[in-house]
């Protein structure tokens, strides 16, 4: 019996060894953003819209991420990391007038390119759903978002 106890000590301290030595200290931070050059600043959409883009696309494509818990563990905290710092290089909706300058054409283009990506099943992607449950919208979402985005990008092109 004292073996067996012994073993287990041995096996809860190894355990915590290898926990502590995969933890990693540095914190995930969300860059501050001007108030007015956001998405819903500019283009004002509505609370449905706003909601599906909060749910569905703000951790990656914006400065409002929700970090989870495990963005702590090192086999983790790189991918989550660099997934969202790639998605904030390609769209942020945080600094919406940052990224497309105020530029009719380019806000057209990428609502539009947003709305397609929704529709293909690409975004949000399957990997981040699979974690995360309740982002990946509904058809009637992807349908309201999607006219939403191309009435507006018909709007923003006619200017």
């Given amino acids: 019996m004292k073996l067996s106890r012994k073993r287990t ?3 809860l301290i ?10 990693s200290w540095s914190v ?3 860059p501050e953003s001007e108030p007015n050059g956001t998405l819903e600043a500019m283009l004002h959409p509505p609370s449905p819209v706003e909601t599906i ?18 963005v702590h563990f090192r086999p983790f ?11 904030r290089n390609k769209l942020n909706f945080s600094e ?8 009719a054409q380019l ?15 690409m975004m949000p992607p399957h990997y981040y759903t699979y974690v995360h449950p309740g982002a990946a919208p509904s058809s009637a979402e992807v ?17």
Avoid at 14 to 23: E, G, K, M
Avoid at 58 to 70: Q, V
Avoid at 109 to 120: G, I, K, N, V
């Fill in 9 to 11: 000590y041995w096996w």
């Fill in 14 to 23: 190894i355990v915590a060894a290898l926990f502590s030595l995969s933890w």
């Fill in 28 to 30: 995930a931070e969300n």
């Fill in 53 to 70: 883009l909060r749910e569905s696309c703000y951790d990656c494509h914006s400065n409002s991420t929700h970090w989870p818990w495990f």
């Fill in 77 to 87: 905290a790189s991918k989550i990391r660099r997934d969202v710092e790639d998605g």
């Fill in 96 to 103: 919406w007038r940052m990224q497309t300058g105020g530029n």
């Fill in 107 to 121: 806000e057209s283009r990428t609502l539009a390119t947003s709305c397609s990506l929704m529709e293909a099943g």
């Fill in 143 to 159: 349908k309201r978002f999607c006219q939403w985005a191309n009435a507006e990008a018909n709007r923003l092109a006619a200017r």
